[in-house]
Every structure is written in structure tokens, then in C-alpha cells.
């Protein structure tokens, strides 16, 4: 019964995801698009490695709780350049 469940996600994710590609991507120009997943992975990269660098340097733990944040933006720059 869960493996029921796990493939009609998985196949509503896969219509969602066609009928997004199919009507969602108006924009002619595919550099936005490149742009926007390199905005997202260097602000990513900086949020993400900054407070471990600094807290290397510094032993102050503050800037730790920014790494989560910079995780999330990489994963989402990721997501942008597949797209």
C-alpha cells in the first residue's frame, strides 16, 4: 500500500513537472535562467562556507546558524541549473 502511495507522488510530481516545463518557461533567453542558478549558487557558497571559515579563524560559533540558509540556496541554485 506505501509503494502505491509512493508512485502516484511519484507520477502526479512527474505530470506537474511537464506541464510546468511545457507552459511555466515563457523566457526566450536562456541566460536568465544561467544567472539566476549562478546568483543562487555564489550566495549559497558564501553562506554556506563563510561561517565555517570564520569560525575557524575566530572560534565564535554566531555565523553557524547561516549555514543552513547557504545549504538551501545551493541545493536551489542545483535545481535552477537542471532546469
Not at 506537474?16 to 544567472?35: E, I, L, T, V
Not at 549562478?38 to 575566530?58: D, E, H, K, N, W
Amino acid at each position: 500500500m506505501v509503494w502505491l502511495r509512493v508512485g502516484a507522488l511519484s507520477g502526479s510530481v512527474a505530470v506537474a513537472a511537464a506541464a510546468y516545463g511545457a507552459h511555466g518557461f515563457r523566457r526566450s533567453d536562456r541566460d536568465d535562467y544561467q544567472k539566476e542558478a549562478g546568483a543562487l549558487l555564489s550566495a549559497g557558497m558564501t553562506l554556506f562556507c563563510g561561517p565555517f571559515y570564520y569560525f575557524a579563524v575566530t572560534g565564535d560559533p554566531s555565523l553557524n546558524r547561516a549555514a543552513p540558509v547557504g545549504g538551501t540556496l545551493l541545493i536551489l541554485g542545483w535545481a535552477a541549473m537542471a532546469l
